[in-house]
């Protein structure tokens, strides 16, 4: 019952003479929120580059809803959020939101409802440059939430956030699931795992692993995913 | 979604974030009235008619050379901030964004020659023989060319440190070149040949023969020069924009 939104094989990616994706086999699957871990320079950026298309890959094959990562039919289905808040500072929450719509041919009544989804209608006639941080990349989910998309994908969505806001925007990524979105969130923090349906452990160009968390605990006998990460890497053979 | 509506919505965005930095507006709308000024100020006690002369030449340079530089700067800050990326993930063609680009700056352009024209003409009594609102039509085309240049620069500039950089390689020898300081025909040979590719000795030239005669077939010809060369730099500025990168 479970659908593939995402199918990837025998994904590699060179960038700049180094291999930064070493051949990897996935799936990502509808009405879950899968986590994509992995120590910072992983290659986890560039993976969800290569999902959303604007990432040139080297070999291998990338389907999203079926049809090569990168068509142009895909462009209104898939929202993405970098790393780095990708809206104007100059504009206010609502100016952004307003134009992105206007872009992406969603109605206006959107906005609103977006501005709401992240919890910021309190800010919405804010300049963005003088938000926080942790704002700043809410107002930037909000604009990937506009097309309502059956794909999410979400570059460390959560850091700096504080306890409180975390919990609540993992709440919201369980909502779009539930609602029937495949959700791919990356991070570099352990403790988020359990916070995930489903696992991609990524080190150096590499899945080491693809599994639940508890599936992932009892493979490994370990009782956080930090041990489990460790234990991997440990035990994988030096290629 | 439709392209006019797309090149709307980016057009209408480009105004808002330069309405909202007030220092920005002000600089573009008053420096070229105080530079023209300070043109006229400098020939007031002066035999002859150099302000009559060298006017019109600024008047076609200055709109290029601020809509190049803003360009080239907010083109590249959009390529940097990610959301030049953002939207080219979107459905959103290339051309709605450098049109939308193109449309905002002339606008702003149209503003702000349309001041230092009235300036010169009803109040430092510039000599125009031709009609002034050709001067404007002329400093609008001239604006958009700096646009295009900027918007294809941006794509070679990796901070806005350098891109600023490219205003000497880029501007400043269609500056020395275009006619303001030898006339064009007295040049070397080899220059002359050099300035005759160089799109800004068109524009130049169009703002010259709008103030010296009524010949406006003459003006028509030197701007659609200009129109093409936007049009090649708004063309070589669209291959810039990768919707994937390595």
Redesign the interface.
């Known amino acids: 019952m479970m659908n593939n939104a995402v199918e990837v094989r025998d994904l590699r990616v060179v960038?700049g003479g180094n291999e930064v994706l070493r051949g990897l086999d996935f799936t990502v699957r509808a009405g879950e929120v899968t986590g994509l871990l992995g120590p910072s320079g992983s290659g986890k950026t560039t993976l969800m580059r290569s999902l959303?298309?604007?990432?040139?890959i080297t070999a291998g094959d990338v389907e999203v809803f079926g049809r090569p990562a990168?068509a142009?039919s895909l462009?209104?289905e898939?929202g993405?959020v970098?790393q780095?808040?990708?809206?104007?500072?100059?504009?206010t929450v609502a100016?952004n939101l307003r134009?992105?719509a206007?872009?992406?041919?969603v109605p206006d009544s959107r906005v609103a409802e977006c501005i709401g989804l992240v919890d910021l209608t309190g800010q919405a006639e804010a300049?963005v440059a003088r938000l926080s941080g942790g704002q700043r990349s809410r107002v930037s989910l909000a604009?990937a939430l506009l097309a309502s998309p059956q794909l999410l994908v979400l570059d460390e969505p959560t850091v700096g956030l504080d306890p409180v806001l975390r919990v609540e925007l993992w709440e919201s990524f369980h909502r779009f699931a539930r609602e029937g979105a495949a959700v791919l969130v990356s991070s570099h923090v352990m403790d988020e795992a359990d916070r995930c349906d489903r696992l991609l452990l990524m080190r150096e160009g590499r899945l080491i692993a693809d599994d639940t968390p508890d599936g992932l605990r009892r493979a490994t006998g370990t009782h956080d995913i930090e041990h489990a990460f460790l234990t991997l890497v440990r035990e994988e053979v030096p290629r | 979604?439709s392209t006019t509506?797309?090149t709307?919505?980016?057009t209408?965005?480009v105004l808002?974030?330069v309405r909202?930095?007030h220092r920005t507006v002000a600089m573009l709308l008053v420096m070229p009235c105080v530079v023209m000024t300070l043109l006229w100020w400098m020939f007031e006690d002066l035999p002859g008619d150099g302000f009559d002369r060298l006017g019109p030449a600024l008047l076609a340079l200055i709109p290029f050379i601020v809509m190049f530089l803003v360009t080239s700067v907010t083109t590249l800050r959009e390529r940097t901030?990610?959301?030049l990326?953002?939207?080219?993930?979107?459905?959103?063609g290339k051309v709605d964004f450098l049109f939308g680009y193109a449309i905002a700056f002339g606008l702003f352009a149209a503003a702000q020659s349309a001041l230092a024209v009235a300036l010169c003409v009803w109040l430092l009594d510039l000599t125009i023989v031709g009609n002034v609102w050709m001067l404007l039509v002329v400093a609008v085309v001239d604006a958009i060319l700096g646009t295009a240049l900027g918007l294809f620069v941006s794509a070679f500039a990796r901070t806005e440190f350098q891109a600023v950089q490219f205003m000497p390689v880029v501007v400043i020898p269609q500056i020395l070149l275009c006619g303001l300081f030898v006339p064009r025909e007295a040049l070397p040979r080899v220059l002359e040949v050099i300035s005759d590719v160089l799109p800004l000795s068109y524009g130049v030239d169009a703002m010259q023969t709008v103030a010296a005669s009524h010949d406006t077939g003459e003006v028509w010809l030197d701007l659609a020069v200009v129109a093409a060369y936007v049009v090649a730099g708004l063309a070589l500025g669209a291959l810039t924009l990768r919707?994937?990168?390595?």
Do not use: K, N
């Open positions: 960038r959303v298309g604007v990432q040139r990168g142009a462009r209104a898939i993405y970098t780095d808040p990708s809206v104007y500072g100059d504009l100016e134009f992105f206007r872009i992406l041919g300049v604009v | 979604m509506t797309a709307v919505a980016v209408t965005r808002t974030q909202r930095d901030s990610g959301t990326e953002r939207l080219l993930a979107m459905p959103m919707r994937q990168t390595p």
